[in-house]
Every structure is written in structure tokens, then in C-alpha cells.
């Protein structure tokens, strides 16, 4: 099923005009050679149209691709045919908030927030570290912060508390405002997954 949903977003993906899609996804279309360039956590991916290919050159962007395929994918496929010319509002919301977010509270669409949590509840700077090398920015938000861009129309703050002696460490990640007329509900879900896999580094 996944496959089929990939040759389907590709297939939706070729019907479109590149300087359109390229415009409002803030890529860019490389129309001699029929792809497109989008940065994804601050790596530079290269979607081929002729090749159907996905790829990058860094570390980070090869994690993305292909430990995380499973969200990654499709995500960054569907970002590309639906993004529309809308700026963030800078307004942060919860996942439950979003229509359709009742998603995020079910089974195994909950999101593994604790995987951030026991990963960076210690180390701070280790947080900050990595959400650097994400191309993301510190926010003054729990005691610390990052936002990070998946897409470039569709950032993502996560939150983090350190843990102490009274309360264990805490994670929480929040979207701006303007991410359901970029995505559905569903590749919504993906991208959240996608960003805490690239902060732990790891499948989660």
C-alpha cells in the first residue's frame, strides 16, 4: 500500500507545473533537468521527476531518506504537490488542536515524545547541539527550545524540561497554525514523526 501511494503522489507530483509547485513550496525547479531542490531539516534534498529518486549528500539528509523513508517519503512528495503560498503565523498549536488531530491521540499515532525526553532531559546543550546541525533555531519555549523546518512553509517547535529531582524531563512539540493547508492530517502525523526521529537520531 505504501508503494502505491508513493507511485500515486509521484504520478500527482509530474502533472503539476514545477515553477508553480517550486513557487509555492519555496523550492527551487531545475526545469533543464526536471527536479527540484527543497531543504528538509536544513539538508538539501534533490527530487528527481525523471528518475522518480529522492536524494541528498549530507549524513543527516541520507538518515532522512532512508531510515525515515517511512515518513519521509511520501511527506516530503505530498508537501511538494499541496504547499500552498501561505506564510506561518509564528502562532503555535498542539497536534490536538488541528483538525483531525484526535489522530495523535490514539494507539500507535501517539507520538513518542519520551524517546526526546530521555534522550535530552540531561543534556541541554546536546539538544541545542543537534538541532543546530537540523538547521533549527533555539525558542524560548519550556527550558529550551528549537524550532526546526521539515519543510519550509511548515515549521515545528518542540519543546523540552529538564528533568530534576521532583519531575522527570519533558518533551512537547508544537506546529504553527498555517500547517493544515500545507498538509493533511496524516502527512501531518509523518512529519511529526520525522522530527523527533531526526533529533534522537534514531527510528522512533
Given amino acids: 500500500m505504501a508503494?502505491?501511494?508513493?507511485?500515486?503522489?509521484?504520478?500527482?507530483?509530474?502533472?503539476?507545473?514545477?515553477?508553480?509547485?517550486?513557487?509555492?513550496?519555496?523550492?527551487e525547479y531545475r526545469k533543464?533537468?526536471?527536479?527540484?531542490?527543497l531543504f528538509s531539516f536544513g539538508q538539501e534534498?534533490?527530487?528527481?521527476?525523471?528518475?522518480?529518486?529522492?536524494?541528498?549528500?549530507?549524513?543527516p539528509g541520507l538518515f532522512l531518506l532512508e531510515g525515515l523513508s517511512g515518513y519521509s517519503i511520501l511527506g516530503i512528495l505530498h508537501y511538494?504537490?499541496?504547499?500552498?503560498?501561505?506564510?506561518?503565523?509564528?502562532?503555535?498549536?498542539?497536534?490536538?488542536?488541528?483538525?483531525g488531530g484526535d489522530i495523535f491521540q490514539r494507539g500507535t499515532h501517539r507520538l513518542p515524545l519520551h524517546v526526546l525526553a530521555d534522550t535530552f532531559g540531561g543534556d541541554m546543550d546536546g539538544?541545542?547541539?543537534?538541532?543546530?546541525?537540523?538547521?533549527?533555531?533555539r525558542t524560548e519555549v519550556g527550558d529550551t527550545g528549537l524550532t526546526l523546518f521539515p519543510f519550509p512553509?511548515?515549521?515545528?517547535?518542540?519543546?523540552?524540561?529538564?528533568?530534576?529531582?521532583?519531575?522527570?524531563?519533558?518533551?512537547?512539540?508544537?506546529?504553527?497554525?498555517?500547517?493544515?493547508f500545507h498538509l493533511a492530517t496524516d502527512v501531518i502525523w509523518a512529519t511529526a514523526m520525522m522530527t523527533v526521529g531526526m533529533l534522537a537520531g534514531e527510528v522512533p
Fill in 127 to 137: 539538544f541545542l547541539k543537534r538541532g543546530k546541525i537540523l538547521g533549527g533555531e
Fill in 45 to 59: 534534498l534533490h527530487i528527481d521527476m525523471k528518475t522518480r529518486s529522492i536524494t541528498s549528500t549530507t549524513e
Fill in 153 to 180: 512553509r511548515v515549521p515545528v517547535t518542540v519543546a523540552l524540561w529538564k528533568k530534576s529531582e521532583e519531575f522527570p524531563a519533558e518533551a512537547a512539540l508544537l506546529f504553527d497554525s498555517t500547517c493544515p
Fill in 80 to 99: 511538494l504537490a499541496e504547499a500552498k503560498d501561505i506564510l506561518p503565523t509564528g502562532t503555535m498549536v498542539s497536534p490536538n488542536q488541528l483538525p
Fill in 32 to 37: 533543464d533537468r526536471g527536479s527540484y531542490q
Fill in 3 to 27: 508503494q502505491d501511494g508513493e507511485a500515486q503522489a509521484w504520478e500527482k507530483l509530474l502533472q503539476l507545473r514545477g515553477e508553480r509547485v517550486a513557487a509555492r513550496a519555496s523550492a
